[in-house]
Structure formats: structure tokens, C-alpha cells
Nanobody, 116 residues
Framework: QMQLVESGGGLVQPGGSLRLSCTASGNIFDIFAMAWYRQTPGRQREAVATITFDSKTNYSDSVKGRFTISRDNARNTMYLQMDNLKPDDTAVYYC??????????WGPGTQVTVSS
């Protein structure tokens, strides 16, 4: 079973940037399409960015043009570069397989707080 660990969150002012990392255990990470999700209290977890095994990307309208998803299969790591952050981006961010596929066990997530 793949284990996922997210990191890189923190407190940032509006307009600021953060880079999240998702590190996967095991050596089959490179065959899976992956996604970044976020969740706020009382709301369902939503996918904000996806990336195929060969790095084709897609974004939700709420983050398009501001977030960039990437992956380094040699390092079993996926990234989310978040620029021009807004208070509405405040959430716990998770990584996992793309929606509609069997999810791995969810990691602890990483908290992103955008506030002045």
C-alpha cells in the first residue's frame, strides 16, 4: 500500500506563494495519475489539480493560472506551486490518486493558511 506524506504548508499573506510536496513510499509511484486535493471544515474534499504519469496537467477553475502541479518520478515526489494565494485557498491540502480511481490511504495533509 502506497503511503503519502504532504509537506510545505504554512501561513502566508494574500498574494504570497508556497510550494507543497507529496512524497510517496514504494517504487510504483510513476504509473499513477495523481492529484492535489483540499478540504475546509464542513466541506467535501475537492481536487484542484491533476497530473498524469507523463505530466499532462489539469486544474480547477478556482486555481487555474495560479497553481502549477508537477512531479519527479525518480524521487517519488509530486509538487504544487501555489502563487498569488488568496484567503479562499486556506485549507488542508492532500495528495492522492485522481478522482474516480481507488484512493491510497490518505496522508496527514498540510495546512495552508492565507491571511494578513
Amino acid at each position: 500500500q502506497m503511503q503519502l506524506v504532504e509537506s510545505g504548508g504554512g501561513l502566508v499573506q494574500p498574494g504570497g506563494s508556497l510550494r507543497l510536496s507529496c512524497t510517496a513510499s514504494g517504487n510504483i509511484f510513476d504509473i499513477f495519475a495523481m492529484a492535489w486535493y483540499r478540504q475546509t471544515p464542513g466541506r467535501q474534499r475537492e481536487a484542484v489539480a491533476t497530473i498524469t504519469f507523463d505530466s499532462k496537467t489539469n486544474y480547477s477553475d478556482s486555481v487555474k493560472g495560479r497553481f502549477t502541479i508537477s512531479r519527479d518520478n525518480a524521487r517519488n515526489t509530486m509538487y504544487l506551486q501555489m502563487d498569488n494565494l488568496k484567503p479562499d485557498d486556506t485549507a488542508v491540502y492532500y495528495c492522492n490518486r485522481v478522482p474516480g480511481t481507488p484512493a491510497f490511504a490518505w496522508g496527514p495533509g498540510t495546512q495552508v493558511t492565507v491571511s494578513s
